[in-house]
């Protein structure tokens, strides 16, 4: 009789473990979602912006930023959060990248760095940061970096943060979370 409910233990469970058929708890899904991206509320664009003041140069009016640090042996290129601080970043300095190049500050390096930066950024889920840098020379170091950045995906401007509803206002904009039917394209 102990051998009978051994085998039927056995059978029970292995067949649990081979029936695809039965619901798992990853299967059901809740009636509640929490979401615990801390960044969720600046991809709804409604989270806080500082906005500085308007004598600031460069301007305070971001959630990401590019910063780009040029010494006379290597460039640094990095993402800043307004609050946190460096978020991500890209240099010459590093190993792996040092050894790819023959000169850590020629156009070269600017163009790879650029392009891995911006696979970092799509690693971490940034596509939108924002940029100060207006390069004069169109055909400069500088200019190859973000031309990088902008090939591979990255949008070197920020959008507006989502002003609350006031009754007072004559333009009322379009919700970020809305979805607009005649903007979707079939």
């Not at 009016?61 to 609050?83: C, D, E, P, V």
Request: charged share 25%; glycine share 4%.
């Amino acid at each position: 009789m102990v051998f009978s409910k051994i085998n039927k233990t056995i059978v029970v469970s292995g067949f649990k473990r081979f029936n695809f058929n039965i619901p798992t708890n990853n299967d059901i899904i809740p009636a509640t979602l929490t979401n615990r991206n801390p960044r969720n509320l600046e991809k709804l664009r409604i989270a806080y912006k500082p906005s500085g003041y308007h004598v600031d140069r460069p301007g305070k009016s971001f959630w990401h930023k590019l910063k780009l640090i040029q010494s006379q042996r290597h460039i640094t290129a990095s993402i800043y959060h307004f609050q946190n601080g460096e978020v991500l970043s890209a240099s010459t300095k590093e190993w792996a990248i040092k050894k790819q190049l023959n000169k850590t500050t020629d156009s070269a390096a600017y163009y790879n760095i650029g392009r891995v930066l911006a696979q970092r950024c799509l690693e971490c889920g940034l596509i939108e940061i924002s940029n100060d840098y207006d390069p004069v020379n169109k055909e400069g170091k500088v200019a190859l970096l973000l031309k990088a950045l902008e090939e591979s995906g990255i949008s070197l401007t920020e959008p507006v943060q989502f002003q609350p509803y006031r009754p007072w206002d004559q333009h009322r904009p379009e919700k970020p979370w809305d979805v607009i039917e005649d903007d979707i394209k079939t």
